[in-house]
């Protein structure tokens, strides 16, 4: 028995080693990534200077045109993420602040994801591989309930989100295989699909009264003066429990309720996301009202 | 309370750790505590079900020591049969009654009758299948007098309960596994040592090809009207490997599983896809449930005795019960009748029994024979998994037809954002490891043992696939 009980140990202690050498070699190959997404991107990059940021869902991924914003002499990229929650946002932000970006505005959008604090899984998990690598991520991080087994069993994040950060990923990003995530300076445009889901029912959604992440995301800009513009994006036409926006409206009187910008359905891919024309059409409104000298 | 999850991996040290330092002191009380921890480990899925699992389980034990005190042939079969009927009865209710009710109403319907059947709302309790089957095994083996009957119920409740083999086998018999439980069990390093190396190696199966073959297998059958031929081609080798993992990986982790308490259990798999014609593959592929039906059905019903006429009868029986045996599902039984077809030839031209040795290769002509019979082999395997995998003959027989129809042999890009050919690679080391390493249970033993087994750990943590988790499949059965 003895001598299982030794070889037990010795199995268990390769698992631990081979997990260390693993983890090491993951975390490498995510530190020389800069083409495959925008967290890696941000998170290897050096000072950036850029008139207009979007960040948020894929509300603000499939919404904000950037080149519009190039277009009008403005450097602009689109951070948003689709499936992202208000907690990855904030984080993106915070690095782009601590690799020094100079912005200038910041555009949030902020509606749907005011009803949660929780991270999005799969698009948090992103930012995972920099966790020994970055105060700023651990700090993000340490609340949340899975903090522990994330941060100090070796390869565990790679493991729980295999399907973002596992082996797969780390290969394309060992070769450098690109992806279309920064392409059209991060914006992603949709096509009108048909048949799509034109019908969306929000009737039991409410907006945290203060959401931790927006109330974050608001006082980076203020401290590093950065011109925060909160807007809520069109929804398509069929959708129940519309007053959600007014009571977004009511709770946060300082994000603007742009819901009625575009309503007709032929400018949407899907309820919530506008296709490539009514992204179009959005963007313009937004220049105008906010980057439009009057 | 699946083997490959956190649960298992702490359950199983604290059983462990019971069994051989606490409980080790006579045979009675390790069989008490493999009981106790078989019945925790079974009632993590459903508590309820446990009733029907004591029940089954008083039911053989108390019918066939009434067999075997049976003064009179005819006290003797009112025993058997009890047994036998109550047994299929539940197997009947759970799993089979909707499905027979729907059927009988689609008939009438079709007939012009409209019906609309009584379907019962119940859950099928997982493993039913398999510890009926020990349980009819012990009962029928007691009834022709192969064997005596189990007089102390605990080791009897053990035979049939015993965690590693509850849920999805192996099928044991009482003559392998009754002796084994009836003397106390001494602590052998080696065997442990094998029961760990087929522990690791049953994982790799699982979480590294079952579960990622699982991935790409779905996404190109639940889109197969959009997928071209090489994709379908490569769906039904997937799923092919898919199920091989899941499976066999499952019986590689109870055998190991129970090494480390000291008993041995049937072999179930043994490389099936290296197998050179459909008799020799249904050798090696879950050889206890074909050897269960060989013993218990073909050779009752005359076996290969009697006229020519008699042989295909029963051959196609026990691949069409072998079939819906898996589930209540039309597909079953045609994926069954497809293997009988198969067999068919091999049958009579009476050369079913014709591959009997263990494959050798050599640079000659023979062993390019030898390599494309099993090449064939395989394809026929994956054109009758279709009709496993697929939800209704229709979407089988559809998917089949595309295959050939198609025509474009372009890499596609599927649903789930993966190109259909990335896990070829992956598949044909897992090949070249497994027949590199035929003619042992497991490829880990052996020379340098400890860095494959940390090779194997690596695949286990690097290449498996755990967010998109996969239950076994054989459990749903």
């Not at chain 2, 006429?309 to 069954?336: D, E, P």
């Not at chain 2, 939800?391 to 089949?400: E, G």
């Amino acid at each position: 028995m003895n001598k299982f009980l030794i070889y037990t140990v010795k199995i268990i202690v390769i698992t631990a080693l081979v997990a260390v050498v693993l983890d090491g070699l993951y975390t490498a190959v995510f530190m020389q990534s800069r083409n495959r997404g925008k967290v890696e991107t941000v998170f290897n990059s050096e000072a950036k200077k850029y008139d207009v940021v979007i960040l948020g869902s894929s509300r603000a991924n499939n919404h904000f045109v950037a080149q519009m914003f190039e277009d009008k002499g403005l450097k602009a990229f689109n951070y948003g993420m689709s499936g992202g929650h208000l907690f990855e946002a904030s984080l993106m932000l915070k690095l782009m602040i601590e690799r020094k970006y100079v912005i200038k505005n910041v555009i949030l959008e902020a509606d749907l994801n005011l009803s949660g604090e929780k991270k999005a899984e799969g698009i948090a998990a992103l930012f995972l591989p920099y966790i020994h690598n970055s105060e700023t991520i651990k700090k993000h991080f340490e609340n949340e309930k899975d903090f522990y087994e994330l941060y100090y069993i070796p390869f565990y994040r790679y493991i729980k989100y295999d399907g973002k950060i596992g082996f797969r990923e780390t290969f394309f990003t060992a070769i450098h295989k690109k992806t279309s995530m920064l392409d059209n300076l991060g914006y992603y445009p949709l096509l009108k699909t048909k048949g799509a889901n034109m019908k969306n029912d929000i009737v039991n959604l409410n907006p945290l009264p203060h959401n931790k992440y927006y109330e974050e995301i608001k006082s980076l800009c203020k401290a590093n003066n950065i011109n925060f513009i909160a807007v809520m994006t069109p929804m398509c036409e069929n959708v129940k429990g519309m007053d959600y926006f007014d009571k977004v409206k009511k709770a946060y009187p300082e994000i603007l309720n742009y819901e009625n910008a575009v309503v007709e359905d032929k400018y949407f891919s899907s309820c919530g996301h506008m296709n490539d024309t009514g992204a179009k059409l959005f963007t313009a409104r937004i220049i105008n009202d906010f980057f439009v000298k009057k | 309370m699946f083997f490959n999850s956190l649960a298992f991996a702490v359950f199983l040290p604290i059983v462990f750790f019971l069994y051989w330092f606490v409980f080790n002191k006579t045979k009675s009380t390790q069989n008490a505590l493999l009981i106790i921890a078989s019945y925790y480990f079974y009632s993590c899925w459903d508590w309820r079900f446990l009733f029907l699992l004591v029940f089954s389980t008083f039911l053989d034990y108390y019918t066939g020591i009434q067999i075997e005190k049976g003064k009179s042939e005819k006290s003797r079969k009112f025993w058997f049969w009890l047994s036998i009927i109550v047994n299929l009865g539940f197997l009947g209710i759970f799993k089979y009654y909707n499905f027979f009710a729907a059927s009988f109403s689609e008939l009438l319907g079709s007939a012009g009758i409209q019906a609309s059947p009584i379907l019962l709302n119940v859950i099928l309790p997982v493993g039913i299948s398999f510890y009926t089957f020990h349980g009819l095994s012990y009962v029928i083996d007691i009834y022709y007098k192969r064997i005596k009957a189990e007089y102390n119920f605990v080791d009897y409740s053990l035979f049939v309960s015993y965690f590693p083999l509850l849920v999805a086998g192996p099928i044991e018999r009482a003559t392998h596994l009754l002796p084994q439980v009836k003397v106390k069990r001494e602590f052998d390093f080696q065997v442990a040592k094998e029961g760990i190396y087929q522990i690791i190696w049953g994982l790799v199966k699982k979480v590294v090809i079952a579960d990622t073959c699982a991935i790409y297998a779905n996404a190109i059958f639940d889109h197969y009207t959009s997928m071209n031929s090489f994709s379908l081609i490569l769906g039904a080798i997937y799923f092919a490997f898919q199920i091989y993992g899941d499976f066999s990986g499952y019986s590689d982790i109870a055998l190991g599983v129970s090494k480390l308490f000291g008993l041995d259990l049937l072999r179930n798999f043994n490389y099936p896809y290296f197998s050179r014609d459909i008799a020799e593959f249904w050798r090696r592929w879950h050889i206890s449930l074909s050897s269960w039906f060989r013993d218990y059905l073909y050779i009752p019903l005359g076996g290969s005795k009697g006229g020519l006429w008699m042989k295909i009868r029963n051959t196609f029986i026990i691949f069409v019960v072998s079939g819906f045996w898996h589930g209540a599902n039309w597909t079953y039984v045609v994926w069954g009748f497809i293997n009988a077809v198969y067999f068919l030839p091999l049958l009579l031209s009476n050369s079913n029994r014709n591959n009997m040795d263990a494959i050798q290769l050599k640079f000659n002509f023979d062993s390019v024979k030898v390599l494309l019979s099993i090449l064939y082999t395989f394809s026929l395997t994956c054109i009758a998994w279709v009709f496993f995998r697929a939800k209704s003959i229709t979407d089988a027989v559809q998917y089949l037809k595309r295959m050939i129809t198609s025509k474009d042999f372009s890499f596609q890009y599927l649903d789930n954002e993966r190109y259909s050919y990335e896990l070829l690679l992956m598949i044909g080391l897992f090949v070249l490891v497994e027949w590199n390493n035929r003619n042992k249970i497991e490829p880990l033993s052996g020379k340098s043992s400890l860095l494959k087994l940390a090779l194997a750990i690596a695949a286990i943590l690097a290449l498996g696939t755990y967010s998109d988790y996969k239950e076994f499949i054989y459990f749903q059965f």
